[in-house]
């Protein structure tokens, strides 16, 4: 199956600096790769996500790269706000058999200094 | 996205007994998952809650522990069975967005066995 590893565990940045959060996966057939963050107390929300067909998505302050070769995607932070800081997880997603769940990464305890 | 609401938001239970928790969708969705994020841990796949069959259980998880439920398109039930301290987790339902693959998040049910 799908093993998904994440790097940092914590990312600690200075507010307004960037923050990149690096996922690496297991299964090449996997084509689907979303990102969820998640505040204490709070369900994990998407805020972005690519497939393998694409190498790089953005969305505002946010975007995700993927490297299909190297089986690695990250998550990059631009202009880093107070309530960015929350706890975000990648997950990788093999959709070749059908509609399985997500495998998720550990997650990153990220916190942004005032 | 879907409204996905979950019941109880938290309970605590005593050693031995069962909860069940329910998930309700504001429309009808084809996939439903549940997962199970411990304390400060990821989330991790229990089970693929199938409309009229069986749920499907994923390494490590079995029916007899995590009976799931799904008797239509909107609404599906997981019961923890004879709770010991080591189930105290959060429980989430999840659903897969109509007509794409992107995994929403039910509320979630904050479970403390004691």
């Known amino acids: 199956g799908e093993n998904v590893e994440q790097h940092p565990s914590t990312l600690s940045v200075q507010e307004g600096d960037s923050a990149v959060i690096k996922c690496t996966y297991s299964?090449?057939?996997?084509?689907?790769f979303p990102w969820y963050k998640q505040e204490l107390g709070k369900r994990p929300q998407l805020i972005i996500d690519?497939?393998?067909?694409?190498g790089e998505k953005k969305d505002q302050r946010i975007a995700v790269t993927l490297n299909k070769t190297a089986k690695h995607f990250s998550l990059h932070i631009t202009e880093t706000q107070p309530e960015d800081s929350a706890v975000y997880f990648c997950?990788?997603?093999?959709?070749?058999?059908?509609?399985?769940?997500?495998?998720f990464g550990k997650g990153t305890h990220l916190i942004i200094q005032p | 996205s879907a409204v996905i609401s979950q019941k109880p938001s938290r309970d605590i239970c005593q050693r031995g007994t069962s909860l069940t928790i329910q998930c309700q969708v504001d429309?009808?969705?084809?996939?439903m998952f549940w997962y199970r994020q411990q304390p400060g841990q990821s989330l991790t796949l229990i089970a693929t809650?199938?409309?009229?069959?069986?749920?499907?259980?994923e390494s490590g998880f079995v029916i007899d522990k995590f009976p799931i439920s799904r008797p239509n398109l909107t609404f599906s039930t997981l019961t923890v069975s004879n709770m010991s301290p080591e189930d105290s987790s959060i429980y989430l339902c999840?659903?897969?967005?109509?007509?794409?693959?992107?995994?929403?998040f039910g509320s979630g049910t904050q479970l403390s066995v004691l």
């Open positions: 690519i497939r393998s067909n694409v």
């Open positions: 299964d090449s057939a996997s084509n689907y």
């Open positions: 999840s659903v897969e967005g109509q007509g794409n693959e992107k995994l929403f």
């Open positions: 997950a990788a997603r093999d959709s070749g058999g059908g509609a399985d769940g997500l495998t």
């Open positions: 809650a199938n409309q009229g069959s069986e749920a499907t259980y």
């Open positions: 429309s009808q969705v084809t996939m």
